[in-house]
C-alpha cells in the first residue's frame, strides 16, 4: 500500500524553474487553438459549412473515414489477435511492421502505395492488366491511404486489450468443445469490445485528419478525393475564412475523441 503522501500527490507551490517553462509550453499548445476560436467567423459559419465546396468536402471525409475504419476492423482485429495469442517466429518484427505506419511520414506513406498499387506498382500494375481497376486518384483510393495510417491505432488498441484479457476463458469455452473461432466471436470478441471501440474511434479520428497519404495517393480532385484536410489546405490560399470553418470542425471532432476515450488513458484526480 502506497505511503499517504505519494495517494495525495506532491503538494505545495511549484518552484519556478518548473512553473515557468510549463506555462511557457502550455501557452504554445493552447494559444493557436485560442486563436483559431477568436478568428473564427462565427456570423457566416453557416453559410460556409452548407456551402458546396465544404459540404462535398466534409461528407467525402465522413464516408470515407468511416470506411477507412470498417476495413481497419475486418483485418485489424484479427491482426491483433494474431500478435496477442499466437507464438510464430519474427512476431516482433512483424509487430513492427505493423506499427511502422506510426512513425513513416505520411507523404511516405502516400509514395509506398503508389509503388505497390499505381498501375505501374508491384500489385497495381496486375489489378490494371487483369481486371481493369485502377486505385490511384479515386475515392477507394482515399480509403486506402486512410486505412493505411489508421489501422495501427486500432491493432495497438485491440492487442494491448487482448493481452489484458483473462486467456482461461477461452480454455474454459476450449474445454467445452468450442472451436478457437467459436471460442474467439462467443467469448474473446465480448470481452475486447471497449478495446475495439476505444481503438476504432481513435482509428476514424486518424483517418478523419489524414493529408500526406491522401494527397500524394488519391490527389485532390473536389468531390472525388478532395476530404477536409485537403479542403482546409487549399481553402486556406483562396478562402482563408472557409479554411478556419473547416478547421474549428476538425478540431470538434478531435476533442469528442479525446473526451470519449479519457478514462482509458487519464487517471482520475
Do not use: K
Not at 471525409?61 to 500478435?83: E, K
Not at 509514395?111 to 506498382?121: E, F, K, S
Request: with cysteine; hydrophobic share 55%; glycine share 8%.
Amino acid at each position: 500500500m502506497r505511503p499517504p503522501s505519494l495517494r495525495r500527490g506532491v503538494r505545495g507551490g511549484a518552484p519556478l524553474p518548473l512553473l515557468l517553462p510549463a506555462l511557457i509550453g502550455l501557452a504554445f499548445l493552447v494559444l493557436p487553438l485560442v486563436a483559431l476560436l477568436v478568428r473564427a467567423p462565427w456570423r457566416s459559419m453557416p453559410e460556409l459549412l452548407t456551402s458546396t465546396e465544404v459540404w462535398q468536402a466534409l461528407q467525402l471525409s465522413l464516408v470515407c473515414a468511416t470506411a477507412a475504419t470498417a476495413v481497419s476492423l475486418v483485418i485489424g482485429v484479427p491482426l491483433a489477435w494474431l500478435l496477442a495469442r499466437v507464438e510464430f517466429p519474427g512476431r516482433g518484427l512483424v509487430r513492427a511492421l505493423v506499427t511502422l505506419p506510426l512513425v513513416l511520414p505520411p507523404v511516405v506513406g502516400g509514395v509506398a502505395l503508389l509503388m505497390a498499387l499505381g498501375r505501374n506498382g508491384v500489385v497495381g500494375q496486375w489489378l490494371d492488366s487483369w481486371f481493369g481497376i485502377t486505385l490511384p486518384f479515386t475515392t477507394t483510393g482515399v480509403v486506402i491511404a486512410e486505412a493505411f495510417v489508421a489501422m495501427p491505432f486500432l491493432v495497438i488498441s485491440v492487442e494491448g486489450t487482448l493481452r489484458a484479457a483473462d486467456p482461461r476463458y477461452e480454455e474454459a469455452a476450449a474445454t467445452l468443445g468450442a472451436s478457437r473461432f467459436t471460442a474467439f466471436r462467443r467469448v474473446t470478441l465480448p470481452l475486447i469490445a471497449p478495446g475495439i471501440a476505444a481503438g476504432a474511434v481513435l482509428a476514424w479520428a486518424r483517418a478523419l485528419g489524414e493529408f500526406g497519404a491522401t494527397i500524394t495517393f488519391a490527389g485532390n480532385f473536389p468531390g472525388r478525393t478532395q476530404t477536409m484536410p485537403l479542403a482546409v489546405y487549399l481553402a486556406l490560399q483562396n478562402d482563408p475564412a472557409a479554411a478556419i470553418a473547416l478547421s474549428l470542425v476538425l478540431l470538434a471532432v478531435s476533442i469528442a475523441v479525446l473526451a470519449g476515450l479519457r478514462d482509458r488513458w487519464m487517471t482520475a484526480s
